[in-house]
């Protein structure tokens, strides 16, 4: 995010930290729920899948690799069509772009509960400190790049550590007994639990959305995503393991602060330190996720949206598509209905990364025809499938309104912009002639 571009280790930071968010310090105690003590191995399994994920985007970016706005311009230049390209981004947006208000929800949660552990009352709802976080957050973005950039390195080290020293402390007092039986619900329920646990792997997809930014997008990119995702397989695993040894899992399945409350058992200032380090992984996530959000709405306000989105402010940065994506959480906040909000943000989220595996068929299909090139995407399909078949039907629907929503958005957009409409039938004419 500096003058000279991203580096791969600006994408790992990006990546890392938009993932190592609100998913594992909040939802891991449902996932552990529901696979017992056996969900650490649901953790490899999804971050494997999502992997698969990932090198889908890698061959895109490796043939596209000054494209911005990720998805949402592969469909375009492989699949030739526009309405496609424009679902696949309005679709990452939802997810990626205005989901994120579960996690400045998550934010108030793990606020609320360090203040508790304090002994201090809480002054403001955890929906007024919701929104609190995201106005700041949108600020600093609206600011400039390389302050999102600073905030960014700062909140991930910080996760990290403090999730290094919960594992380092958390082993030696392991209590054998909770962690059996193993696979208290079975192969099926482990099963489950590893696609859940892909939540906890989403914001992947916010490194490609900036791969403009990048100084090398063709090498940076997918060492990026490739890098953040095993760092994050790893630790998520390692954490997992650690919680459900240091508390049973049908208690962490009903904790609002699920790590915390492991971290507890510890001792009371490990505790508090995982409740700080919730307050941290969960700025970074927002703040990774607010900066590529309003990247991809840029990019979409260029030709498919209103033209303002596509405007920059006097700082450089997108100033209008930010106040537009910040604006779009608050609303989220607002409803608080969290766990609806989790589902439909996965949902169209996974419809994304869908158009992005037949993106990367369709490609291989164009150039080598490789056998290989086959494989990944197949299995990434198959992958994104059972995602979907694992959501409640209410999540389905609205996550399908939403993308109604936005087919009624672009083709208003089109009509009311005369010089779209002049420029694509100009277009259209020189192509027939």
């Known amino acids: 995010m500096t003058k000279t571009g991203l580096s791969w280790f600006d994408g790992w930071m990006l990546g890392t930290g938009s993932m190592i968010g609100a998913a594992i310090f909040v939802v891991s105690g449902v996932i552990i729920g529901t696979g017992g003590p056996s969900s650490f191995l649901s953790f490899l399994f999804a971050g494997l899948a999502t992997l698969g ?11 596209f690799p000054q494209s911005s706005g990720g998805i949402y ?26 989901g994120p208000a579960i996690v400045g929800l998550s934010f108030a949660f793990y606020f609320s509960w360090l203040l508790r552990g304090l002994d201090v009352s809480v002054p403001i709802s955890d929906t007024v400190l919701a929104i609190l976080i995201i106005v700041i957050l949108g600020i600093i973005n609206c600011l400039g790049a390389d302050l999102s950039r600073k905030t960014q390195m700062v909140t991930t080290f910080s996760i990290l550590a403090c999730l290094l020293i919960f594992i380092a402390g958390g082993v030696p007092r392991i209590d054998g007994e909770n962690l059996s039986p193993f696979l208290p619900y079975g192969v099926k329920g482990l099963l489950r639990a590893s696609a859940m646990a892909s939540l906890t792997y989403g914001a992947w997809s916010t490194i490609p959305s900036a791969s403009q930014e990048f100084q090398n997008p063709q090498k940076d990119v997918p060492l990026s995503m490739t ?6 397989a790893v630790l998520f695993s390692a954490v997992v393991f650690v919680q459900a040894g ?12 699920p790590l915390a409350e492991a971290a507890s058992r510890i001792t009371g200032d490990a505790g508090l330190l995982i409740g ?13 996720l607010i900066f590529t959000g309003s990247q991809l709405l840029k990019s979409m306000g260029r030709d498919a949206l209103p033209s303002a989105l596509g405007s920059t402010s006097r700082w450089g940065t997108p100033g209008v598509a930010i106040l537009i994506t910040v604006s779009g959480q608050i609303i989220l906040v607002v409803t608080g209905l969290f766990l609806l909000i989790v589902e439909m943000t996965v949902f169209v989220t996974t419809i994304s990364w869908i158009i992005g595996c037949v993106s990367a068929a369709a490609l291989n299909h164009q150039t080598t025809r490789s056998i290989k090139g086959y494989i990944v995407p197949g299995f990434s399909l198959g992958f994104c499938t059972v995602l979907c078949s694992t959501l409640e039907s209410m999540s389905l629907l609205l996550g399908m309104a939403w993308i109604g929503l936005g087919i009624v958005v672009y083709v208003l957009s089109f009509l009311t912009d005369t010089k779209r409409k002049e420029s694509m039938t100009s277009s259209m004419i020189r192509h027939n002639t």
């Open 53 to 63: 994920v990932a090198l889908c985007f890698s061959r895109l970016v490796e043939a």
């Open 73 to 98: 311009t592969y469909p375009k230049k492989v699949l030739k069509s526009d309405i496609v390209s424009f679902i696949a981004g309005w679709s990452l947006w939802g997810g990626q772009g205005l």
């Open 227 to 232: 890098l953040s995702i095993v760092t994050c």
């Open 246 to 257: 240091l508390v049973n899992h049908t208690i962490l399945s009903e904790a609002s602060a």
């Open 276 to 288: 700080v380090a919730g307050l941290f992984a969960t700025t970074s996530t927002l703040n990774g």
